[in-house]
């Protein structure tokens, strides 16, 4: 049986399908996450289905954790849930090495695909296919209250280190106000807290596994690392922060009860928009923090949309892909939204628009995709790709294994050493099942 078929899903068999061609009266289902990005393309849609009027589009919209699994099962059996997948760069070359994705090499020329930034589109390209569309890019980056900065007396360098990020936090918390001077991802999966402290872990010199595949976690820098996060966030940050992801640190951001965030270089439109933001006009970004060792902790991902290799409406599916992803779909946003609200981190020519360059979080958000480097993530050297993921079948399973350890360190029911512990033995566990290791 298929190594990564097994690995992702347990003992599925693979069942073919055909692939129909596109007709009148088409349903596209779309699974997609439910970050403010995709809630606006949804509402944006009636462009695409005023120009294409045999193609109705039905949408699943799911929190990320959720999302993973739900597509996951469906491309690795060929299940035919979903015509189009939202998915992120940790997935597509996995994918398409399986032949589990549609090639998108035949987009049409307007599409311009060289526009597209090249990190972005390499980690979207396998053996020369682009097997996804990246809807937007990101990094992470930290959002701060400039407010607060200014009343402890301290100024954001543009490139802090993290023990001035947690000086900065002691400062700027005032508990009996609400106000918590850090906000960090604590809810558990490979894709919430995981890639935040995958990315962290990397600046203070850590690493999945050495050049033998032997898992670190018992290393004096893992330890490090974790120490200084939940010593930090018991400190400074919110009460519950164990069940924190993306949406919910966005959330408390808004309200006003964070002094700094670090997170997806893509909130900066969400913490600035005023018609959301309750400290909109209060916001200022600097590069994530490093330790010293000349690694920052900030990561490279896209959200993309990709269509399984079980769609029966293939040719219907790269229209709506070709479109939601384009140049045109980005002056959609700047039309009806403003330029600040306009998908990130996807196009060359987005960064050279002079109205986009005026967006206070523009450059930033360049800087930040463009140094975070994906082939060689970690200080010292690794035999993986990825920056905040290893970009193997079972690191999805074993990051979301570690990452519960970790969010229960943070939640006090457990001790770092017993999470590193445990988080080592369950990853050697699984890599050697995996055939890494004898």
């Not at 002691?170 to 995981?194: Q, S, V």
């Not at 930040?368 to 993986?384: C, E, F, G, L, R």
């Amino acid at each position: 049986m298929n190594k990564t078929i097994k690995t992702l899903l347990g003992a599925t068999m693979l069942v073919a399908t055909g692939t129909g061609a596109y007709a009148a009266d088409t349903t596209l289902t779309i699974a997609t996450v439910n970050n403010g990005d995709m809630i606006r393309m949804q509402g944006l849609t009636e462009d695409f289905t005023k120009a294409n009027p045999g193609i109705a589009l039905e949408w699943v919209t799911l929190e990320e954790n959720v999302l993973r699994q739900r597509v996951t099962q469906d491309v690795a059996t060929k299940g035919g849930q979903f015509d189009i997948m939202t998915i992120g760069t940790y997935e597509v070359p996995i994918w398409g090495k399986q032949g589990w994705l549609v090639s998108l090499n035949d987009l049409p020329k307007s599409y311009d695909v060289d526009d597209l930034l090249p990190a972005i589109r390499g980690g979207l390209t396998v053996d020369g296919e682009l097997y996804a569309a990246p809807f937007y890019g990101e990094s992470s980056m930290v959002m701060y209250r400039k407010d607060l900065m200014e009343k402890a007396g301290m100024e954001m360098p543009e490139a802090p280190s993290w023990h001035a990020i947690r000086r900065a936090a002691a400062l700027m918390t005032d508990k009996d106000e609400g106000i918590y001077g850090i906000c960090l991802r604590g809810k558990a999966g490979w894709g919430e807290n995981m890639a935040f402290l995958t990315a962290t872990a990397n600046s203070f010199g850590a690493r999945w596994f050495d050049e033998d595949w032997n898992p670190q976690f018992d290393s004096p820098e893992w330890k490090e690392a974790l120490t200084f996060y939940i010593d930090m966030m018991n400190a400074y940050g919110p009460p519950g922060a164990s069940s924190n992801g993306f949406n919910e640190n966005l959330a408390l951001f808004q309200q006003g009860k964070c002094g700094m965030w670090i997170d997806a270089t893509v909130a900066a439109s969400f913490v600035t928009n005023p018609d959301d933001s309750t400290v909109a006009d209060k916001v200022g970004f600097a590069l994530a923090p490093d330790n010293g060792l000349g690694k920052r902790g900030n990561w490279l991902w896209a959200w993309s949309l990709a269509i399984p290799a079980g769609t029966d409406d293939e040719d219907a599916a790269k229209k709506f892909v070709a479109w939601a992803t384009s140049k045109d779909y980005l002056a959609l946003v700047a039309e009806n939204e403003g330029w600040a609200n306009v998908p990130p981190g996807t196009r060359t020519s987005l960064y050279e628009n002079e109205e986009y360059a005026k967006v206070p979080f523009a450059k930033m958000t360049l800087d930040s995709i463009n140094s975070a480097d994906p082939t060689a993530p970690t200080v010292d050297p690794v035999p993986y790709t990825g920056v905040q993921f290893v970009a193997i079948p079972e690191f999805q399973g074993i990051a979301t294994a570690v990452g519960q350890q970790f969010s229960a360190a943070l939640a006090g029911t457990t001790d770092v050493d017993t999470a590193l512990a445990n988080a080592q033995s369950l990853a050697t566990r699984e890599m050697k099942r995996g055939g890494y290791l004898k």
